[in-house]
């Protein structure tokens, strides 16, 4: 079974509009972390939010939340009043095990959704 | 801080031919990993070091080398290369504890022809 699973393979969003990407995991850990990257045109890979699976709330980073739902093993990434520059793709990566544990940090990536905000 | 710097951008190499990737970083990370990116795909893990003289496998070891000698450096080394080895390489670091948020190197594009 896929670890992590991105089951949009593309979005379409008007600008300034707010857009979900999905992301469903899969693991026995209880402890673990699930972290969002961007990948734009250029190619390099930014981190943009994280949320441990013991955090109560969800996580918000400017105009990006998480929305961490832990019994249905989901953690869809929010984009409020996209902007043409969030054009891109976008991956849900997981880390098994607390941060600083034997895992080493490891993530395990999804297949990526790519975002194409219109203007 | 430069941060994650890869060597080279783009190369093509012949089927049978070897190489090294390089990879340094310069944020004192103890933990550095290799992935692979192939096209319309997610990372997958190749090798990981958490730390000097230590590294480990990862999902896709096979056809790769690796070693760690300092903190900052992280070489990948082809041997023998493969069309299956096409693609895109990105060297990772990060602090052990903390998040553990993994900071990317700009990628390395290789085409084995």
């Known amino acids: 079974a896929q670890k992590i699973t991105q089951t949009q393979p593309g979005m379409f969003v008007q600008e300034k509009e707010a857009v979900t990407l999905d992301c469903t995991y899969d693991?026995?850990?209880?402890?673990?972390?699930l972290f969002w990257y961007k990948q734009p045109s250029s190619g390099e890979m930014i981190f943009l939010i994280y949320?441990?699976?013991?955090?109560?709330q969800n996580a918000t980073e400017g105009r990006y939340s998480l929305n961490f739902q832990k019994a249905r093993k989901s953690a869809n990434l929010v984009i409020s009043a996209s902007q043409l520059g969030d054009s891109a793709m976008y991956f849900c990566a997981m880390r098994e095990g607390p941060a600083g544990g034997t895992s080493y940090g490891k993530l395990t990536f999804g297949q990526g959704t790519i975002l194409t905000v219109h203007p | 801080n430069a941060g994650v710097t890869q060597t080279p951008k783009f190369r093509i190499l012949k089927i049978g031919q070897s190489m090294t990737l390089q990879c340094a970083q310069d944020m004192n990370h103890n933990y550095m990993y290799w992935y692979r990116q192939d096209p319309g795909m997610g990372l997958k893990l190749i090798y990981y070091?958490?730390?000097?003289?230590?590294?480990d496998k990862g999902e896709v070891p096979n056809g790769y080398n690796v070693s760690r000698s300092t903190t900052e450096d992280f070489p990948l080394r082809l041997e023998l290369a493969a069309p299956s080895q096409t693609s895109v390489y990105f060297c990772a670091s990060s602090f052990g504890t903390g998040l553990g948020e993994q900071y990317f190197g700009p990628g390395t594009r290789l085409t084995v022809t």
């Open positions: 070091s958490v730390g000097a003289g230590i590294t």
């Open positions: 693991t026995s850990d209880q402890s673990y972390g």
């Open positions: 949320q441990g699976s013991y955090d109560e």
